[in-house]
T-cell receptor, first 117, second 114 residues
Framework: DAGVIQSPRHEVTEMGQEVTLRCKPI?????LFWYRQTMMRGLELLIY????????DSGMPEDRFSAKMPNASFSTLKIQPSEPRDSAVYFC???????????????FGPGTRLTVT | AQSVSQHNHHVILSEAASLELGCNYS??????LFWYVQYPGQHLQLLLK??????LVKGIKGFEAEFIKSKFSFNLRKPSVQWSDTAEYFC????????????FGGGTRVLVKP
């Protein structure tokens, strides 16, 4: 398996522009997570999906952020409009959680480094 | 809300030295515990995890961690580090038996000098 795939790997954009980050989870995984990593705030969970349904979006910083998972093999995280403080590395992760089995491992993608100027 | 504390933000040590990284969490119920590692320029990878049973967990690359429920701790250890262990280490906690949400600690950057 190719693992979790994220695109683009690097994104540089100007303030006010729309940014779309993409993620392809590992095939067969039923959970998908979006994280943001910054020096100041560390690794933060933004939102996660189970079977394509958003379960917890309490980490989404504000309405400028939105995430979708139209099918089991694709998810997007959109920022509109982007601001310099959104500059961070955004990670997507996926996991498989069979019922009755705890502690499933989350598999992380390589991340998208976003710079908003 | 659940919180995870990693008290050491930066650790510098020489090769062959022993390593211990602290992790404490605040949740009083059932927990699943994880240590992830992020090598420079790479994504997070699982080192080890605790679900149930033996509180001493062995992971990859010679790492181990001990779950001490009374202390709400899950410290990571390695008896003899190598230069290749230079990385950032994250403790994470999943609270309860349901769901799949992890809360991560702030990370500890470890630099191993050759």
């Amino acid at each position: 398996d190719a693992g979790v795939i994220q695109s683009p790997r690097h994104e540089v954009t100007e303030m006010g522009q729309e940014v779309t980050l993409r993620c392809k989870p590992i095939s067969g995984h039923d959970y998908l997570f979006w994280y943001r990593q910054t020096m100041m705030r560390g690794l933060e969970l933004l939102i996660y999906f189970n079977n394509n349904v958003p379960i917890d979006d309490s980490g989404m910083p504000e309405d400028r952020f939105s995430a979708k998972m139209p099918n089991a093999s694709f998810s997007t995280l959109k920022i509109q409009p982007s601001e310099p403080r959104d500059s961070a590395v955004y990670f997507c992760a996926s996991s498989l959680h069979p019922p009755g089995q705890g502690a499933p491992e989350q598999y992380f993608g390589p991340g998208t480094r976003l710079t908003v100027t | 809300a659940q919180s995870v504390s990693q008290h050491n933000h930066h650790v510098i040590l020489s090769e062959a030295a022993s390593l211990e990284l602290g992790c404490n969490y605040s949740y009083g119920g059932t927990v699943n515990l994880f240590w992830y590692v992020q090598y420079p320029g790479q994504h997070l990878q699982l080192l080890l995890k605790y679900f149930s049973g033996d509180p001493l967990v062995k992971g990859i690359k010679g790492f181990e961690a001990e779950f001490i429920k009374s202390k709400f701790s899950f410290n990571l250890r390695k008896p003899s580090v190598q230069w290749s262990d230079t990385a950032e280490y994250f403790c994470a906690v999943k609270e309860g038996a349901a769901g799949n949400k992890l809360t991560f600690g702030g990370g500890t950057r470890v630099l191993v000098k050759p």
